[in-house]
T-cell receptor, first 113, second 110 residues
Framework: ETGVTQTPRHLVMGMTNKKSLKCEQHLGHNAMYWYKQSAKKPLELMFVYSLEERVENNSVPSRFSPECPNSSHLFLHLHTLQPEDSALYLC????????????FGPGTRLTVL | GQNIDQPTEMTATEGAIVQINCTYQTSGFNGLFWYQQHAGEAPTFLSYNVLDGLEEKGRFSSFLSRSKGYSYLLLKELQMKDSASYLCAVRERNFNKFYFGSGTKLNVKP
């Protein structure tokens, strides 16, 4: 247990569905991240929320929409996804500028049919 | 952006030493990280280098040369449980942006 939880752990959805992934960290960190991990590809940073700023990877399609209501919770809203969006979605947190390491959640395995 | 390269796969024998290399090109470097990821699990932090030199942590050591854009992770006294993927990641000057390599899958054989 890393102190970062993600729900659901597995999700199967159709291309017309709307779903949300949830992440919660219990570490008192002030930065949270969404990553996408596809087979044989590098971990891809999608979004970062920290006290200072929100950072977006400009290559992430608008069908992914993040929300960070407070420093402990992070959501990823999914809408009209494509089969190529099937991947492992990992949430991570860190202590922003003072922290050197990221703590990852177990991930949500997403399958888009 | 960043360009991070590491070997795709390596095999080593239990009890041996293995070195996993990582090269990177970055527009603004602010630290290099190594993570271990077992199949089906989340990455876990192993080491961090921001200055040149060797950082040692038990059986694991990590080396950095900023001028060469090069790092390696050294694993000693290999154990079967060390079979995993090892991810090299670079943090750029924006403290919250990290770029990962594709990972090196290490197979430890008896």
């Amino acid at each position: 247990e890393t102190g970062v939880t993600q729900t659901p752990r597995h999700l199967v959805m159709g291309m017309t569905n709307k779903k949300s992934l949830k992440c919660e960290q219990h570490l008192g960190h002030n930065a949270m991240y969404w990553y996408k991990q596809s087979a044989k590809k590098p971990l891809e940073l999608m979004f970062v929320y920290s006290l200072e700023e929100r950072v977006e990877n400009n290559s992430v399609p608008s069908r992914f929409s993040p929300e960070c209501p407070n420093s402990s919770h992070l959501f990823l809203h999914l809408h009209t996804l494509q089969p190529e969006d099937s991947a492992l979605y990992l949430c991570a947190s860190s202590q922003g500028r003072r922290g050197n390491e990221q703590f990852f959640g177990p991930g949500t395995r997403l399958t888009v049919l | 952006g960043q360009n991070i390269d590491q070997p795709t796969e390596m095999t080593a024998t239990e009890g041996a030493i293995v070195q996993i290399n990582c090269t990177y090109q970055t527009s603004g470097f602010n630290g290099l990280f190594w993570y271990q990821q077992h199949a089906g699990e989340a990455p876990t932090f192993l080491s961090y280098n921001v200055l040149d030199g060797l950082e040692e942590k038990g059986r694991f050591s990590s080396f950095l040369s900023r001028s060469k854009g090069y790092s390696y992770l050294l694993l000693k006294e290999l154990q079967m449980k060390d079979s995993a993927s090892y991810l090299c990641a670079v943090r750029e000057r924006n403290f919250n942006k990290f770029y990962f390599g594709s990972g090196t899958k290490l197979n430890v054989k008896p």
